[in-house]
Structures are given as structure tokens and as C-alpha cells.
């Protein structure tokens, strides 16, 4: 089993920087953080949960929601158990309630039915 707990979230104005947390507790006999991928995904109010952002197991790869690249980092600390999503420039459309998940492959997957375990989310929310 893997417990996530994201924090972070509020009301920002466009343009701001917010960075999203996630912390892990891993309790599966035999595993540890860095055995999982780890990924962002976000939902907004009446549309389907969509993939952020995503990293490999060491932290060395990473893959993004094209639209999102080059304003969003997601990164790890396996040491640590944690993983962050530094969110640069946000907009309106940005709004959504963020999830951390984990899934039990070394490198992220892009589909939310791969990931096994997710936290409850962190609501962001961006005024204009």
C-alpha cells in the first residue's frame, strides 16, 4: 500500500508561482518510494481528470501534458518520499483539484487507469 497526501493548494492570481506537495508512506512489504512512477493529474469541475506530469523512478525522466510544458516541473526526492509540481505563471484555466498518484511501473504512464494508488487532492484555484 501507498498513502498520499498533497498539499499546497489555494487561491492564487494569474501569473503567480504555486508548488504542489506530495508526500508518500509506503507500507507494502518490500517496496520502497523510488519502486513507483510517480504523476500529477488534475480535475476540473465538470470535465474528466487529465494528466499533468510525470516521473520516473530515479527522478531522471519526466514527461508532461504538452500543453502545460515549460510552465509546470514535477520532480522527486526518493530520500525523502516526496514530490513536488512547481507551477509557474498560472492561469484561470489552471483551476482544477490536483492528485498525486503512483503506479507500480518504473517510468509514468499517461493513463489514470495505470496509476495504482492516489491521494485525496489539493484544490488550486486562480483568479483572474
Known amino acids: 500500500q501507498v498513502q498520499l497526501v498533497e498539499s499546497g493548494g489555494g487561491l492564487v492570481q494569474a501569473g503567480d508561482s504555486l508548488r504542489l506537495s506530495c508526500a508518500a508512506s509506503?507500507?507494502?512489504?518490500?517496496?520502497?518510494?523510488?519502486?513507483?512512477?510517480m504523476a500529477w493529474f488534475r480535475q476540473a469541475p465538470g470535465k474528466e481528470r487529465d494528466f499533468v506530469a510525470g516521473?520516473?523512478?530515479?527522478?531522471?525522466?519526466?514527461r508532461y501534458n504538452d500543453s502545460l510544458r515549460g510552465r509546470f516541473t514535477i520532480s522527486r526526492d526518493n530520500a525523502e518520499k516526496m514530490v513536488w509540481l512547481q507551477m509557474e505563471d498560472v492561469k484561470p484555466e489552471d483551476t482544477a483539484l490536483y492528485y498525486c498518484?503512483?503506479?507500480?511501473?518504473?517510468?509514468?504512464?499517461?493513463?489514470?487507469?495505470?496509476?495504482?494508488?492516489w491521494g485525496q487532492g489539493t484544490q488550486v484555484t486562480v483568479s483572474s
Open positions: 509506503v507500507t507494502s512489504a518490500g517496496r520502497v518510494f523510488g519502486d513507483y512512477a
Open positions: 516521473i520516473g523512478w530515479s527522478g531522471g525522466y519526466s
Open positions: 498518484a503512483a503506479a507500480t511501473v518504473l517510468l509514468p504512464p499517461l493513463r489514470e487507469l495505470e496509476y495504482n494508488y
